[in-house]
């Protein structure tokens, strides 16, 4: 078993929404381990929020896989380029979609430029988010609960209807949700409230799609390091974060990845409609 970093970590404030090569410790998205073993060859997958962090895992181990990845992000472009960088060494292509995923219009044409490059898509991984931390309900302002919910839940919607027509049968639709979705933490109340809608939005449309035979999913990570937490969270946390898990540390981002390959796959062929724990110890429901 790998050995992982331990809390506490350096304070490390960062501007909103963070960048990865600014972390320290660096997260682990399996640069340097991920071994692929063609699970996912000849696939074709759209992952948001793939610059770096969770997305960064997935979309290298996809690539490893043998799928053909884009990737949607808001405007990390040295993250994004860096992610593009390992899927093009591990053989395959990376489509970069910069844009603010809140704006109605920029979720579709996320999902147009995606088919217009590759011809369809066979995964879909919903995993751009949005989250700050607040102590009191006074705190939150009307546009910063908005903009939570079109980021983290209304984007998912306009994305899957959006695709829906571009996934052949036996697509994979995998959204990212949270350990939050099962035991909200109150100082993440706005991001804490969209992840139990993903949850079950996640639950409701494997329902409406399952005579189309398109499987749908969720993740439910625990604390990830990931650049969300030094971007988002008060410096105490940032420094013990992931110290209260049974592990001890928050998980890494390779860590994470194993999960979305085999919902992508066709190994996961009579799964769907199910919320997958990834953390560290802790049990949701």
């Known amino acids: 078993m790998p050995s992982y970093p331990t809390p506490p970590f350096p304070a490390q404030p960062q501007k909103v929404p963070g960048t990865q090569h600014k972390m320290d410790p660096l997260p682990d998205c399996g640069e340097h381990s991920y071994t692929g073993s063609g699970r996912l060859a000849g696939k074709i997958a759209l992952i948001t929020g793939g610059d770096s962090g969770i997305g960064r895992a997935v979309a290298i181990a996809y690539a490893r896989e043998g799928a053909d990845v884009a990737i949607a992000y808001l405007d990390e472009h040295e993250d994004a380029q860096e992610t593009a960088r390992w899927v093009e060494k591990a053989g395959r292509q990376c489509l970069l979609l910069p844009g603010d ?51 983290n839940i209304t984007a998912i919607f306009r994305i899957c209807q959006a695709a829906l027509p571009s996934m052949p049968k036996g697509s994979s639709i995998i959204n990212t949700s949270s350990v939050n979705s099962d035991d909200p933490s109150p100082s993440l109340l706005a991001y804490a409230t969209t992840k139990g809608a993903i949850a079950n939005f996640s639950a409701g449309l494997a329902q409406l799609l399952g005579s189309k035979g398109i499987r749908v999913n969720s993740v439910a990570p625990g604390p990830i390091w990931t650049p969300l ?9 940032v420094c013990n974060f992931g110290s209260k ?16 390959v085999l919902l992508g796959s066709d190994e996961a062929s009579y799964i769907t409609g199910s919320r997958y724990a990834v953390t560290g110890g802790k049990p949701i429901l």
Request: net charge negative; proline share 8%; aromatic share 8%.
């Open 245 to 260: 898990t049974p592990l001890g540390r928050p998980g890494q981002p390779v860590e994470v990845a194993p999960i979305y």
């Open 101 to 151: 995923l809140a704006d109605k219009q920029t979720c579709y044409e996320v999902v147009a430029k995606t088919v217009g490059k590759f011809g369809r898509i066979d995964v879909l991984v919903n995993n751009a988010a949005f989250q700050m931390s607040h102590e009191t309900l006074e705190e939150i302002d009307d546009d910063e609960w908005v903009k939570t919910f079109d980021i």
């Open 229 to 237: 937490i030094p971007a988002t969270m008060p410096e105490d946390a």
